[in-house]
Every structure is written in structure tokens, then in C-alpha cells.
């Protein structure tokens, strides 16, 4: 049976391509958590909503909700991101990667994603965070997902379970989007839940010229253990 949330991506792919024709997202710094407004603490600002579809709002952790008792962010602030009352809920970013040109064409631009994703007691509501990898002409390059959490992960209770993931940007990649995601398969209510989310872009350190003494003088100490082992 299809979800609705692959039906929704589905049908967007041509939607997604013509936002990105008319591409303006911020411009993406490498170290820094490229989401604003991540946490909900600012309500629903920085998301834009897909035509036709409802913007997840920001709710209170409370009974109605998440406790502020029970699993999810030790710093989880006042609010969390929930689905409305609709089937399918979900707003997006975009990221401009054009000043991280010489990155991206190296291979070595890792990505970092991460967050806090839950829902209610046993039902199957859920959050999932997707990335969409584009080159210049719109063209889909890669996808990263986050999520979702099942109530098996939760042992059916209410609450947000901390998820990872990471890699690297596509060589090509001119242009990210972020999807968080929202879908009802239960009840009345939307309740797939997600707060304390962060995508962070970062290319490998460099060793500091002394890291390169120190390796040198280890090798150089290897070598002569060996032919003093060898001479015996």
C-alpha cells in the first residue's frame, strides 16, 4: 500500500524542480546548523509550505502533546513541530551551495543530519526529514532521509527519539532542499512530532603542520625498530 507521503513526493517532483528554477535559499556556511528555526521555538517561521499541502505547526509540549516528562530533547525548549489535523503535513528550506563550489567538486563536503523525531503512543503517525540533492538544472542527484521513528522504536509510548545520519554532498550538488514531513495513518489527529533538528555541512580537518612532524618522526621510528629487528 502507498503512503501518503510517497504519493505526495510523487506528484511534487515536477513542483520541486520549478522551486528550484526559481531558486533563493540561503547561503550555506560550512560548520553552522543550516536550519532556522529548527527547534519551533519560533513558531512556524523560516518554513515555506508546498502548494496545496498544510504547514506543520508549532505546539506546546504538554498533555495535548509531548510532556516535558517524557522521551525527547533534554534541551527541548517550550515548543516542537506537530502535524495539523490534515493526512499529510510538511514544510521545506533551501540552501544555496554556489559558495561552496571547490567543496562540492572535491567530494570531501560531508553532511551532518540530525534530530529529534517521535509521535504518539501506538499509533503510526510519524515526522521524517528528507534532503534533495540538486545540480544546476534541477536534477535530482541523491536523497538523505531521517526517520521515521515507529511506535515499535518508541515501545508505543508518546515521545521523540533521537536520529543520525551523515555522508557526502554529491559532486554537482548547486542547491539543497530540506523536507520535514508529517503523516497521519491514525486517528483524528497528526501526530508526528520532531524538535532540536540540525544539518550541518563541514569538509575534512586539515592536520596542523606539527601533526605532519609528529607522523614523520613516528614512521621514521618505525623504520628503524624494523631493520634493528631485521639485523638480529
Do not use: H
Not at 498544510?54 to 515548543?79: S, T
Amino acid at each position: 500500500m502507498t503512503s501518503i507521503r510517497s504519493t505526495f513526493f510523487a506528484r511534487s517532483a515536477l513542483a520541486l524542480s520549478l522551486s528550484f528554477a526559481a531558486f533563493a535559499g540561503q547561503a550555506a556556511d560550512l560548520g553552522s546548523n543550516l536550519i532556522l528555526n529548527g527547534k519551533a521555538e519560533a513558531g512556524t517561521s523560516s518554513w515555506s509550505a508546498y502548494a496545496g499541502t498544510d504547514l506543520f505547526q508549532a505546539v506546546a509540549y504538554g498533555n495535548n502533546w509531548v510532556k516535558p516528562n517524557e522521551p525527547g530533547p533534554v534541551d527541548r525548549g517550550g515548543f516542537l513541530f506537530a502535524g495539523q489535523a490534515s493526512p499529510y503535513s510538511a514544510g521545506y528550506q533551501l540552501y544555496d551551495l554556489s559558495n561552496l563550489g571547490a567543496a562540492v567538486a572535491s567530494g570531501q563536503l560531508a553532511f551532518k543530519l540530525d534530530g529529534y523525531l517521535g509521535g504518539w503512543t501506538d499509533q503510526g503517525d510519524n515526522a521524517q526529514v528528507t534532503v534533495f540533492f540538486r545540480d544546476s538544472q534541477s536534477n535530482l542527484l541523491s536523497t538523505a532521509l531521517l526517520g521515521p521513528v515507529t511506535p515499535q522504536d518508541r515501545n508505543n509510548q508518546t515521545g521523540l527519539l533521537y536520529r543520525q545520519t551523515q555522508g557526502f554532498v554529491p559532486v554537482g550538488t548547486t542547491a539543497i532542499e530540506l523536507t520535514l514531513s508529517m503523516e497521519r495513518l491514525n486517528s483524528n489527529d497528526n501526530d508526528g512530532y520532531a524538535d532540536n533538528l540540525s544539518f550541518v555541512l563541514n569538509t575534512p580537518a586539515v592536520p596542523e603542520p606539527s601533526t605532519y612532524a609528529l607522523m614523520a618522526l613516528g614512521l621514521g621510528g618505525l623504520f628503524v625498530a624494523r631493520r634493528r629487528a631485521a639485523k638480529k
